[in-house]
């Protein structure tokens, strides 16, 4: 812990599995941030990328941290994760947190899969929206990256089934079929150009994204209201200085209120 406080809750999601929280930073700061992490990880997410941009910000933003059912200290199974009961999982959170912090405006850091599942609820009453190594526009390809991966691995494809995918530090996930069908139905794009009615969006690109690739990324550069940018980096930022990179264009966009929407 850097600056402020530190609290851990159980808040139940809409199945009654209850959801490990983790608040840190100032109790007194005027906004705070939900972050919603990616695919298969948890509240820390991918090489620790939340940890360090939870650091960053504890100074001026009180910052929630939340694992999604069936990962991290959460309860539920991994098989059951879909984009829309993580997205139920982000509703939860969100209702929670406005509850307890009534008079704090609220932005929002996704990473990766997490991104889609932000995109799916579109909450209102967000300031702000933070999207890091957003995956790919064509969900199609998405999926078939996915399993691509998934087949390397070693691992057992069944899309009315169970897939069991081995992951690199040795735990073995599995995913139900409606994990396919949920992302199979995004449209990213839709939903981004709605959710730019009403808040502000920045969307944060690693160029050298070691996950998904350099496929369908041009499609979310026209989108009216939605910064996109560029950065040096892997999917999680994990060299120090693409860290570092990435923690301040976040603090600039959270900074710039010009063009800001009412909550």
Do not use: C
């Not at 840190?24 to 991918?46: L, N, S």
């Not at 999207?131 to 526009?137: A, D, E, R």
């Not at 939605?226 to 923690?247: C, M, P, S, W």
């Amino acid at each position: 812990m850097v600056n402020g406080k530190t609290e851990i809750y159980k808040v139940p999601n809409e199945f009654g599995e209850e959801l490990d929280v983790l608040i840190e930073g100032q109790e007194g700061a005027p906004e705070m941030i939900v972050f919603v992490h990616g695919y298969g990880t948890d509240k820390d997410e991918g090489f620790s990328s939340f940890i360090d941009l939870s650091n960053a910000f504890q100074g001026e933003y009180l910052n929630i941290r939340y694992d999604q059912a069936g990962y991290g200290k959460s309860g539920g199974e991994d098989q059951a994760f879909n984009l829309q009961k993580a997205a139920g999982d982000l509703r939860s959170i969100f209702r929670w947190a406005r509850e307890k912090y009534p008079d704090k405006k609220v932005n929002i850091f996704a990473h990766s899969l997490g991104v889609f599942t932000t995109l799916l609820l579109s909450p209102s009453g967000v300031e702000r929206f933070g999207l890091t190594s957003i995956p790919n526009s064509d969900t199609e390809y998405v999926i078939k990256n996915l399993q691509e991966r998934i087949k390397t691995a070693g691992g057992k494809l069944n899309e009315n089934g169970i897939t069991a995918y081995p992951r690199t530090k040795g735990a073995t996930q599995l995913i139900g079929p409606e994990f396919w069908k949920t992302l199979r139905n995004l449209d990213p794009l839709k939903l981004l150009r709605e959710l730019a009615k009403s808040s502000k969006i920045a969307i944060f690109r690693p160029m050298q994204d070691d996950v998904i690739g350099s496929n369908h990324f041009d499609e979310y550069r026209d989108i009216e209201g939605v910064q996109y940018t560029e950065l040096n980096g892997d999917h999680n930022f994990t060299k120090l200085e693409d860290r570092a990179a990435v923690i301040e264009a976040l603090r600039e966009f959270l900074r710039d209120k010009s063009g800001s929407f009412d909550s």
